[in-house]
């Protein structure tokens, strides 16, 4: 499960007055966790969208698991991303969100009779290994920020990717739901060898539980490497 991108550039933006991402190179291997790191704007939202195809690139090439991602291709079944602010549907229970998780690969008759049993079955399992067996048949708009977030990667995991891409997803948690979060992260990361590519704000959450950091700056690499002592590599600048 390796990402690669080999110098990726988005087309010019006029407003940025060059491209979002800008000759961007880097391999994350097999089981890495890796913290994402700039300022707002810096472009680390679309390199991981770039990952998934979401965002067109005039130069450049991602492969993930040596196969070329382009926007045409379906995106691979290896990847499953985590997306700013969760994206859940207020409205509906914990379970039947973790279970959209499902829907791209049922087919049109598949879903007019629902999700089969041991879709279900699988769902309420994520949610227990997650902590979130009573809130299961809860509506998500009841649940605490932390708790929709686990949701919100209870629904990726249940995609069975090799690949997490998660984009801030302690933004706007408290101290303890920041950590229960990052907790389920770095358990899914060391029990099931996932890779794990976590966009985060907090120079010290990289460094407590990535191992390697990329830091972006207008669109380009600034750092590449250890993560640990990140606040005082980063100072010294
Ligand atoms: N679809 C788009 N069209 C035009 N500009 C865009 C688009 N998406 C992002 N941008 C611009 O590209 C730059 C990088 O955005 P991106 O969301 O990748 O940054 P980020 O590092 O994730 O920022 P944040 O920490 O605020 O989420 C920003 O200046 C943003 O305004």
Not at 15 to 36: D, M, W, Y
Not at 86 to 111: D, F, H, P, T, Y
Not at 155 to 175: C, H, M, S, W
Request: with cysteine; hydrophobic share 45%; proline share 3%.
């Amino acid at each position: 499960m390796t990402i690669e991108c080999e110098k990726i550039t988005t087309p010019y933006s006029a407003t940025l007055n060059r491209p979002i991402l800008n000759e961007i190179s880097c391999k994350i291997h097999q089981g890495e966790f890796v913290a994402l790191l700039g300022l707002n704007g810096a472009g680390k939202s679309s390199l991981l969208k770039a990952i998934v195809g979401l965002v067109p690139l005039a130069k450049g090439v991602i492969k993930v698991n040596n196969s070329v991602q382009n926007q045409q291709k379906k995106h691979h079944p290896d990847v499953a991303m985590l997306f700013q602010g969760g994206g859940l549907i207020r409205q509906l229970s914990a379970i039947e969100n973790v279970l959209c998780g499902k829907l791209g690969s049922l087919s049109a008759w598949q879903s007019l009779w629902g999700f089969p049993k041991h879709d279900r079955r699988l769902a309420l399992e994520l949610l227990d290994r997650l902590g979130l067996k009573d809130q299961a048949y809860q509506k998500t708009a009841y649940l605490s920020g932390g708790q929709q977030q686990r949701v919100a990667i209870a629904r990726a995991l249940i995609q069975n990717p090799g690949i997490l891409l998660a984009d801030e997803p302690i933004t706007g948690l408290d101290v303890l739901a920041a950590k229960q979060v990052m907790e389920t992260l770095a358990k899914l990361h060391a029990e099931q060898g996932m890779t794990i590519v976590v966009v985060l704000h907090d120079l010290s959450l990289a460094a407590a539980y990535a191992q390697r950091a990329i830091v972006l700056e207008a669109g380009q690499i600034i750092y590449d490497g250890i993560s640990q002592n990140l606040p005082e590599i980063m100072q010294a600048g």
